[in-house]
């Protein structure tokens, strides 16, 4: 990164447009500048889980996911660039496959719940799908590349697997939802 922020304030935004990585200026409420608050904000949240105990094999794994974020929201603010690859995505399946091989297949839905840990993941999944979306309205109207939205795709299914997982590693099990529980 050849240019450092030395000052964080700059003004060029108080009109109400935002500079993209390639130099272009854009409305501050453009889908492309949405797509990357969503983005951020998924990054701030796995930032919030990985403030709690965590395994270890869970707390490198998501560190790995925020370096991957950030290329991620850099490939959507320069129109064009190419930066989460296959590989990147293939490796959340490996991950999600051997996060999700011990636990108990599914009979019911769950709730996002149990351990503030697991809560956490369920909230930064939510927040990932949303970002997810962000970028799907993006490429109606804008060349995207697949490999974001596959990333984030993987990663929600990631995220819903870590609440389990985390819940079992904070001695709770899922917590199941109960169908017309109060009617």
């Not at 000052?7 to 200026?25: C, E, F, M, S, V």
Request: with cysteine; glycine share 10%.
């Amino acid at each position: 990164m050849g240019h450092r922020l030395s000052k964080i304030y700059t003004r060029t935004g108080d009109a109400g447009t935002t500079g993209l990585g390639d130099g272009k200026r854009v409305s501050k409420n453009s889908l492309r500048i949405h797509s990357l608050g969503e983005v951020d904000e998924v990054n701030a949240i796995i930032g919030v889980l990985l403030c709690e105990e965590l395994p270890e094999d869970v707390r490198a794994l998501l560190t790995n996911v925020q370096h991957d974020l950030f290329d991620l929201g850099g490939e959507v603010c320069i129109p064009g660039m190419s930066m989460i690859t296959g590989k990147q995505v293939d490796h959340l399946e490996t991950e999600l496959d051997r996060l999700n091989e011990p636990l108990e297949p599914l009979k019911d839905f769950i709730l996002p719940g149990g351990t503030r840990a697991a809560a956490l993941a369920h909230h930064a999944r939510t927040v990932c799908r949303r970002a997810e979306r962000a970028l799907v309205a993006l490429a109606l109207e804008e060349a995207v590349n697949d490999g974001p939205r596959q990333y984030l795709n993987r990663l929600s299914d990631l995220l819903f697997v870590l609440g389990r997982v985390l819940n079992r590693a904070g001695g709770r099990g899922d917590v199941l939802w109960q169908k017309r529980k109060n009617a």
